[in-house]
């Protein structure tokens, strides 16, 4: 089992930053990856971003290309999420995922089904 929690959200203007943390403890030695997600009332959950816990490889949705940034930290089991110049629309619940599955194709690392383990979610609530 892999227990994650996050932290960092709230409420910011936009063009404003935030940066959300996500801390994984429990069994994270056979972690292949963690993301982002986001999730809006009455939406689906959509890819944010991922990265590769062993090579460091990034991968991120088009939205937030250039504004979002994924990074870890391995020595602590913590990825974060820096975003900057936030928009309304970035207004939703953040959550951080982890997988136990090594997939070769990015493809498996923005869907939902490729994750095993979910942090409870943290708000971002971004003012025009």
């Known amino acids: 089992q892999v227990q994650l929690a996050e932290s960092g959200g709230g409420f910011v203007q936009a063009g404003g930053s935030l940066r959300l943390s996500c801390a994984a403890s429990?069994?994270?030695?056979?972690?292949?990856?963690m993301g982002w997600f986001r999730q809006a009332p009455g939406k689906e959950r959509e890819f944010v971003a991922a990265?590769?816990?062993?090579?460091?490889?990034?991968y991120s949705a088009d939205s937030v290309k250039g504004r979002f940034t994924i990074s870890r930290d391995n020595a602590k089991n913590t990825v974060y999420l820096q975003m900057n110049s936030l928009k309304p629309e970035d207004t939703d619940v953040y959550y951080c995922?982890?997988?136990?599955?090594?997939?070769?194709?990015?493809?498996?690392?923005?869907?939902?089904?490729?994750?095993?383990?979910w942090g409870q979610g943290t708000q971002v609530t971004v003012s025009p």
């Open positions: 990265i590769r816990w062993s090579s460091g490889i990034l």
């Open positions: 995922a982890v997988s136990s599955k090594y997939y070769s194709a990015y493809y498996y690392y923005k869907q939902r089904s490729g994750y095993d383990y």
């Open positions: 429990g069994r994270t030695s056979s972690n292949y990856a």
